[in-house]
């Protein structure tokens, strides 16, 4: 199955190998830079040094920064798209209910979040002021939200806010605008990671309703 999201930068596919591990060292450097809050600010030249090759190469393969800006930013919603849709697959749920999925969906976004935040705050960052990349967010926002509340409706007998439909939509959302809030601040109450996780589940199934 193909991706939902649109291509936001497009590359011929180098045809030689030491052309193609270089790429895939910019690709790497993009995202230490990106996780220690020093992608914007990088150059060409720290790049290049980051990613142990040359200014050269690194216009013959990207042309400018923005492109690796871009293939960075649809490696990111790739890969959340693929982690969605094998997590959340309803065969991997079966006879489980809504409290151990609250607790996956808490732990797997939590993981995202803090391993992935540069990318995440350069995508808040990006969406802000670039209108068909917010499209974007919200398909992947979409996404989530339906392959959750697909799960959750299944286990409608379990929720007993008074408008089950309007929770369910809404659920994914909630936790996720927590979790955007703790990456631009970079603290949550000062909550540990564990009990950042624990809270966020006690978010997810109050609000539903749910019995833990």
Do not use: C
Request: hydrophobic share 40%; glycine share 8%; proline share 2%.
């Amino acid at each position: 199955m193909g991706s939902i999201f649109t291509s936001l930068a497009s590359l011929p596919e180098p045809t030689q190998a030491r052309s193609r591990e270089a790429l895939d060292r910019f690709l790497a450097a993009g995202e230490r830079l990106l996780a220690e809050n020093r992608f914007e600010e990088a150059g060409i030249a720290e790049l290049a040094n980051e990613a142990q090759s040359s200014v050269g190469t690194f216009y013959r393969l990207l042309s400018e920064k923005e492109t690796l800006t871009l293939l960075l930013m649809q490696r990111f919603f790739t890969e959340i798209e693929d982690m969605v849709e094998t997590t959340f697959h309803p065969d991997r749920w079966q006879g489980q209910g809504i409290a151990a999925i609250a607790e996956t969906f808490v732990e797997v976004f939590v993981d995202i979040y803090e391993g992935r935040g540069g990318a995440l705050r350069a995508l808040i960052l990006r969406a802000s002021r670039d209108a068909s990349f917010r499209d974007q967010v919200h398909q992947l926002n979409q996404l989530i939200g339906k392959r959750l509340g697909s799960l959750l409706r299944q286990r409608k007998d379990e929720i007993t806010h008074p408008r089950p439909e309007q929770a369910i939509k809404a659920v994914a959302h909630m936790v996720l605008g927590i979790l955007n809030q703790h990456t631009i601040t970079g603290s949550l109450g000062g909550l540990s990671r564990k009990n950042l996780n624990a809270e966020l589940v006690r978010v997810f199934n109050q609000y539903l309703g749910v019995s833990t």
